[in-house]
């Protein structure tokens, strides 16, 4: 006679795991990293490192001696958020800099809400506003690479800042645009943080967590649709004062965020819907920060703002139940 087990549910269960998510994000985000380790150096390898074993640490020594549980980074959810961060941040940034920021986004956005799963806001992105806001000098000096392995860098300013200051000195925007190559800011050779300097490799990364299916695209594609649109729009009111849609999509933050950040499973929308209104609130966000903002950038901005709103747009979308 067969022995009968009986348990609660979940009956159904998925080969997927916490760690098996978060190193198939780890392996999308290489190919960016390596790209920023190939343009910036050995000043990247170090803010890398120090970011990714400042959280490991932090939330070792959290869980261990604080909590009072036992670590939890075996999850490899640390190491997604150090890389995070890592990318978030200039090469030049000091390593005393990144271990607070890595505090922040473990300590704080993290660990206090109680650990992965309980967080409302995206860690990574709470520690790089906080250095934002502390260390602005820090966070806004940037240097662009010239050539492989970051040699002989100079400091200037993102298309995005360059912009935002050259309209205040009354420029236009076909004057302040003009050395801009869009090639360049798809594959690299511009200034900013090391996850903007080769935006097809975060794509790659992109369509990689699509085929391993780790992630939905609806809201990565709504954000991007969003910025389009709005700066469309924008745009076409007065091309002299407002950025065009394709180089708002390749400048800044905004790949990054879009499909690394904004899809995270925590602190994202679990329905369809929800996740679309979710994209496109951050999409129009963001443009009204670059465009009449003090910040040249808004991803990160907006992002956090419409974490705050996952729990309500949670409510309003319920997610089909299984089986209906």
């Avoid at 067969?2 to 098996?20: A, D, Q, W």
Wanted: glycine share 10%; hydrophobic share 50%.
């Amino acid at each position: 006679m067969s022995k009968l087990l009986v348990s609660p549910s979940p009956h159904i269960h998925s080969e997927n795991s916490t760690r098996s998510l978060m190193f198939d994000v780890v392996v999308a985000l290489l190919p960016a990293v390596l790209c920023s380790f190939l343009f910036y150096g050995w000043r990247e390898i170090l803010v890398m490192a120090v970011s990714v074993g400042s959280c490991l640490l932090l939330e070792w020594a959290i869980t261990r001696y604080m909590l009072r549980k036992p670590s939890t980074i075996g999850d490899m959810s640390a190491v997604v958020t150090g890389i995070l961060l890592g990318l978030n941040l200039p090469y030049t940034t000091p390593w005393w800099v990144v271990f607070i920021g890595a505090a922040v986004a473990i300590g704080v956005a993290k660990m206090t809400f109680g650990g992965l799963g309980q967080n409302v806001f995206n860690p990574a992105l709470v520690g790089r506003v906080f250095l934002l806001v502390s260390f602005p000098t820090y966070m806004t000096t940037w240097s662009a690479p010239q050539g492989l392995f970051g040699v002989d860098a100079v400091s200037g300013a993102t298309p995005l800042s360059a912009v935002q200051e050259g309209l205040m000195r009354g420029s236009t925007i076909q004057e302040l645009t003009s050395g801009y190559d869009y090639a360049d800011m798809l594959f690299a050779s511009i200034g900013g943080s090391a996850g903007e300097v080769c935006a097809l490799a975060l794509l790659a990364g992109f369509v990689y967590l699509l085929i391993r299916k780790v992630i939905k695209p609806w809201i990565t594609l709504s954000i991007f649709g969003t910025v389009a649109l709005v700066s469309l729009i924008f745009w076409g009111i007065d091309p002299s004062r407002f950025t065009d849609p394709l180089f708002n999509l390749l400048t800044g933050g905004l790949i990054l965020g879009a499909c690394f950040m904004a899809t995270d499973y925590v602190t994202s929308p679990m329905s369809l819907w929800g996740g679309v209104i979710f994209g496109v609130g951050i999409g129009f966000l963001t443009m009204m920060i670059r465009y009449f903002g003090s910040y040249p950038e808004g991803v990160s901005f907006a992002i956090l703002i419409m974490n705050s709103f996952v729990p309500l747009l949670d409510r309003a979308f319920k997610q089909k139940k299984f089986g209906r």
